[in-house]
């Protein structure tokens, strides 16, 4: 073959493997394929690609061609070493230059891998920080088998290699960051949006630790919300003012930090750390941006490296992609800020009407008792008492001060019911109980329970969804005085069986509870009215009743609505979102027991 | 004897007034809320003496409602307004509007009840001296309507 044709046919091939670069999404298949060109180009029998693994600092093998590979073989790590004998690929991989022997049994870094190598070629895939990220290695069973040309085709292939891995780790950043922009828009509480955060940054991210600080509504203080790592321990429990530490600093500031040792930073004060600081290789720091001003400080650790030759710092492209983590945290959490605004909004709004109307029954009441005391005291001035009056005015009375307290009581319960305290708890347990403690016995409603036997515990305010059923359960009772039936049923559904007003972006298991009954039913025109304050016909309290229990469902992030035909009965709905960690906790109890 | 009627969205509220009012020899008959009220107002024959009503029931203003109701019957029956808290605005309307007196349901260190009393005493008394004012303005009337005719 001559010269000219052989330049030919290798740019043809580089031009395949370009093609493959671009189009290819699968790593390990496009660097196959580049292998099996670069063997056409520079012949040889065997070959392999080795990636640099950068938390362990050694080389592992990614592709390989040729016979005589098995699983021991491919599993085989590879040391990075200056020092002979140590093997070729090591040694490439920490000097950054080709590397080509003629006969590797006379070679002092050859390190025997297979028998029947003699010459070896390899040539080291380096990153535009200067850092090595791999090694392409091709071997021939003839002595000399590679010339200089040989090698400068190689190093050309190493370049598309490189080229691709970049295209591979953009792609799946690209691919991170969108899905942490769907998940963190329709993440439901702080909690969630917060274990989001950490697992996306470690896709996208290597990092030894993440944690994530929030500022708090004085704007003085930073505190943990979230760790992947050791200082879980400490969310909520430690805390930067706001300008202190390298943390604080970022807050301060509103910029990116960046160093590899952070205790030589003058601005460091050691106030959380995910590690013994001396162990910290690289920190990495950046705000997290709403829209005023910053809202948090996203920073990530990575523990120094046991490899010397390998620089563990973080480089300019993982600032950016921690900072663009950071700006979709800082919108999301502002959103998330917004509709718990929105609902505590809603809730103040009724707060005005509730306490006129509150004075207005408490006054009521206790004009009402006023006068029946005026009358017992009436009464007693007789000279003859009436046993049967004063015990029908003492009832009388006994029955205001009832009412008053249940005015109270209600007052409380509407006031409280976003305030949950939450541990886990089954469903179908807390229906039990409420049911055994109010459902009358012997009265005209016959109660049918369908509880589903499977509901995973959820991690809930007891207290407050008793309150809460036995709410629907009086409600029920309080339409069908003459008798009737009540029906509460319980089931595990997915997001998609809610009706469509209800959105939840993605998918999330919902625990569905049931009040149906044969009363009167709810007129279509305020079916979605009934959860108001004070829309209530029944005569009992302030008719806080229903948005009680809507305060109570909210809180739980879940939904409440009414569905029942008008004229066959009520038929309420109650969805608690089944939070994901507490089920699969629940799941590993089980197994344990 | 007097005939009053007690209108109240409360149960306790109505009886316990009924019950008072009835002591003090008055024929009492109770209203469970606007609607009823105006029903047994127009009902009402004669007229009733003096109207007690809750200020706010059905609606925040249905006391003006009732004492609409009561005056379009009988000029001269006399409404007394109940408020509990809040709705002192809409009982100055009321008085605006021809209401005999207000009545606060509550009112620390006093009686209300003993006060009420008294209102719808001072009440009858002004209904029964605008009875006798008419009375004697249609005699007037008559009188001069004869003698005139009379004079033809």
């Known amino acids: 073959m001559g010269k000219e044709q052989k330049y030919r046919q290798t740019l043809r091939q580089l031009s395949r493997v370009v093609k493959q670069a671009v189009s290819q999404t699968d790593l390990d298949q496009f660097l196959t394929a580049a292998l099996e060109e670069g063997m056409k180009m520079v012949g040889g029998f065997r070959a392999f690609v080795a990636l640099v693994d950068e938390d362990a600092g050694e080389l592992v093998i990614h592709s390989a061609l040729g016979p005589g590979w098995d699983e021991e073989k491919r599993q085989r790590r590879l040391q990075v070493a200056q020092e002979e004998g140590k093997g070729i690929t090591g040694y490439v991989a920490a000097t950054q230059r080709p590397y080509c022997t003629g006969d590797v049994n006379h070679d002092p870094h050859y390190l025997r891998f297979f028998e029947d190598v003699v010459s070896e070629m390899a040539v080291p895939i380096v990153d535009a920080y200067g850092r090595t990220r791999g090694v392409i290695n091709i071997e021939a069973n003839q002595p000399n088998a590679y010339n200089e040309e040989d090698v400068e085709a190689v190093v050309l292939l190493a370049d598309l290699c490189l080229t691709a891995l970049n295209l591979h780790q953009s792609r799946l950043r690209q691919e991170a960051l969108v899905q942490i922009g769907n998940e963190l828009s329709t993440s439901e509480d702080l909690e969630d949006l917060m274990q989001t955060v950490l697992d996306v940054a470690s896709k996208v991210l290597r990092f030894e630790d993440c944690s994530v600080f929030l500022v708090d509504e004085h704007r003085k203080r930073l505190t943990l919300a979230a760790s992947s790592g050791t200082l879980r321990e400490q969310v909520g429990k430690v805390s930067y003012p706001i300008g202190e530490g390298l943390t604080g600093w970022v807050a301060q500031h509103g910029e990116p930090l960046r160093t590899a040792n952070p205790r030589e930073d003058p601005r460091w004060r050691g106030i959380a750390s995910e590690m013994p600081v001396e162990q910290i290789g690289a920190f990495l720091a950046v705000p997290v941006w709403g829209r005023e001003h910053t809202v948090g400080v996203i920073r990530v650790v990575r523990r120094r490296s046991l490899a010397s030759w390998f620089d563990n710092r973080f480089t300019d492209d993982e600032i950016e992609v921690l900072s663009a983590i950071g700006s979709q945290l800082g919108s999301a959490i502002e959103s998330l800020n917004m509709r718990q605004r929105l609902i505590q909004t809603e809730r103040m709004a009724a707060w005005g009407e509730m306490s006129a109307r509150a004075a207005h029954m408490i006054g009521n009441r206790t004009f009402a008792i006023k006068g029946d005391l005026n009358e017992v005291e009436y009464l007693l001035q007789q000279p003859e008492i009436n046993r049967e009056e004063l015990t029908e005015l003492i009832g009388s009375i006994r029955r205001g001060v009832s009412r008053l307290e249940e005015i109270l009581h209600e007052f409380r319960d509407f006031v409280m019911a976003t305030h949950l305290s939450t541990g886990l708890d089954n469903v179908n347990n807390i229906i039990t109980q409420t049911v055994a403690e109010i459902f009358p016995r012997r009265g005209p409603v016959a109660l049918k329970l369908d509880l589903y036997p499977q509901l995973p515990d959820i991690r809930c305010d007891a207290v407050k969804l008793k309150r809460c059923f036995a709410e629907m359960i009086e409600n029920s009772l309080s339409f069908q005085p003459e008798g009737g039936e009540l029906r509460i049923r319980t089931e595990l559904v997915d997001s998609r069986a809610l009706p469509e007003r209800f959105s939840v972006g993605r998918s999330r298991q919902f625990i569905h509870i049931t009040f149906c009954d044969r009363g009167p039913g709810v007129p279509e025109d305020i079916k979605e009215r009934i959860f108001q304050p004070f829309f209530s016909s029944r005569v009992k309290g302030m008719g806080l009743g229903l948005s009680i229990v809507k305060g109570i469902v909210e809180a739980h992030r879940g939904f409440v609505y009414e569905d029942g035909k008008p004229g066959e009965g009520a038929c309420f709905h109650i969805l608690l979102p089944v939070n994901g960690k507490s089920a699969s906790e629940n799941a590993d109890n089980k197994e344990r027991q | ?152």
Do not use: W
Not at chain 2, 110 to 118: K, T
Not at chain 2, 123 to 151: D, K, Q, W, Y
């Open chain 2, 1 to 152: 004897m007097y005939r009053i009627l007690v209108i109240d969205d409360e149960e306790e509220v109505r009886h316990a007034l009924q019950r008072r009012l009835q002591r003090e020899g008055y024929q009492v008959d109770v209203a469970e809320g606007e609607a009823d009220g105006i029903e047994k107002i127009r009902q009402a024959s004669p007229a009733y003496d003096v109207v007690i009503t809750d200020m706010a029931m059905e609606n925040p203003d249905s006391g003006v409602r009732i004492l609409e109701a009561a005056l379009a019957h009988d000029l001269f029956s006399e409404v007394i307004v109940l408020t509990a808290y809040g709705n002192v605005a809409n009982a100055v309307e009321c008085m605006r509007r021809g209401a005999f007196d207000y009545v606060e349901k509550n009112i620390p260190g006093v009686d209300v009840y003993e006060l009420l009393v008294l209102k719808i005493e001072q009440a009858l008394e002004r209904r029964r001296s605008a009875v006798n004012t008419l009375r004697r303005m249609e005699e007037i009337t008559r009188r001069l309507t004869s003698s005139t005719r009379h004079g033809e």
